[in-house]
């Protein structure tokens, strides 16, 4: 079985006649994926399997909750403090779509870990999975201002 190789256009030029580039997120490829292979398996973590058409229908709804609920834009810093799940992939890649950058607390860390992590970072909302809610809770967060528990 070989492979289709497909050339990607990643400089433009505007009006002027110079170069632009492209911007290409991390949910670039999930999106070619989608629509060459909507059915095949994207993602599976444990029971739970994801084909790439339903992992970017989420990560398309992470990005509209986040620009209409939680009146992200682009530029706004937020952290994300989960294990590998397939929720961690659904928002790092939509809130890399609409160019909010995600700072990664990892599994393990201390409170004040957590708070220096956070606010080095400028974090406006803290994505946090239930299992490190207390735990983050703990933790001073001064550039905080949301808590999303997923």
Do not use: W
């Not at 229908?57 to 939680?70: C, E, G, K, P």
């Not at 937020?78 to 790092?92: D, K, Q, R, S």
């Not at 803290?126 to 809770?137: D, S």
């Amino acid at each position: 079985m070989g492979y289709r190789t497909e050339r990607i256009r990643v400089n433009t030029r505007d009006g002027a006649g110079r170069r632009n580039a492209l911007p290409i997120t991390i949910d670039s490829g999930l999106r070619t994926a989608r629509r060459r292979t909507p059915n095949k398996i994207a993602l599976a973590e444990g029971g739970r399997q994801l084909s790439y058409r339903q992992l970017v229908d989420r990560i398309n709804q992470v990005s509209t909750a986040a620009l209409h609920n939680l009146r992200l834009k682009k530029g706004d810093h937020v952290a994300l403090f989960a294990p590998n799940c397939l929720e961690f992939i659904e928002i790092v890649c939509g809130l890399a779509a609409i160019g909010c950058p995600v700072a990664m607390v990892p599994p393990g860390v201390s409170p004040r870990e957590v708070a220096h992590i956070c606010n080095d970072s400028g974090a406006k909302v803290l994505f946090v999975h239930a299992n490190f809610e207390e735990l983050a809770r703990a933790a001073d967060l001064g550039s905080v201002e949301r808590f999303i528990v997923i």
